[in-house]
């Protein structure tokens, strides 16, 4: 958001969220905390810091009992404010909870804690300013425990199956919160989508939002609207014209 601020200043018209869809956007706790406003499902989690992490000899520990009890194993430890899954560590066990919490404490001062789900990773694409719209729903499969930093820029270790390969209700269902997590953090202009779709339980839980994905010629945001019928030269075109209806405004 500080970017988007800048030239909000400056009033100059830029592409994608304002300074709170950006700043909701970036930061993991402020985002959960604003879907959680919304009613949107999500898995547990939980919100600490890296004072309880780096903390003495008797906090440390109460702190993993606390995440043991609330969240239980597996979960995943995410720095808040850090993108393309670095920092991120997947915990089976109270020793690899001690490690993943210092890990990613050493990247952020703020810290989330997720409960882990079996489950496919769904995406779907926003476009839009006041009244957005959802794109078809596509997913990544990946060839690792989970989709971590070396699985998602390793050549041959993900793919992208567009349209998923899923029910028509729970693709509808994608859309409605796609659209439903957009305007909960304010988003404008562009956004992808994540998911957990738990297909043994047909439960669907949003994972977050990015307010500003991947955006080459094979990156899942375009590709997700090239399969819903709007190539990506039209796709940056409208994408400028909505920067400059939202600058008008």
Not at 16 to 31: N, P, T
Not at 156 to 162: A, L, P, Y
Not at 192 to 212: A, H, M, S, W
């Amino acid at each position: 958001g500080t970017l988007q601020g800048l030239l909000t200043l400056m009033r100059v018209a830029f592409v994608g969220s304002g300074v709170l869809g950006s700043c909701l956007g970036m930061d993991k706790i402020a985002m959960k905390t604003a879907f959680a406003a919304a009613g949107l499902p999500q898995v547990k989690y939980k919100a600490i810091t890296r004072s309880q992490v780096w903390s003495n000899a008797c906090v440390f520990p109460q702190l993993c009992d606390q995440i043991a009890e609330e969240i239980g194993y597996p979960c995943f430890i995410k720095p808040a404010n850090l993108g393309s899954s670095v920092g991120i560590s997947k915990a089976r066990n109270r020793q690899e909870l001690e490690a993943a919490l210092d890990s990613a404490a050493s990247y952020d001062r703020r810290i989330i804690v997720e409960a882990g789900v079996t489950a496919r990773e769904i995406e779907c694409a926003v476009l839009g300013n006041d009244n957005p719209q959802a794109s078809l729903v596509g997913e990544i499969t990946f060839d690792s425990d989970f989709y971590d930093y070396e699985t998602k820029y390793t050549d041959g270790r993900s793919s992208m199956v567009i349209p998923a390969n899923i029910p028509d209700k729970i693709a509808d269902q994608v859309r409605e919160m796609a659209v439903e997590a957009f305007k909960a953090v304010d988003a404008a202009g562009l956004s992808r989508v994540d998911f957990f779709y738990v297909e043994k339980t047909g439960e669907v839980f949003l994972n977050e939002i990015n307010t500003l994905p991947g955006f080459t010629n094979f990156s899942m945001y375009p590709q997700l609207w090239k399969a819903t019928g709007l190539e990506f030269d039209k796709l940056v075109d409208k994408l400028v014209q909505l920067a400059l209806e939202r600058q008008e405004k």
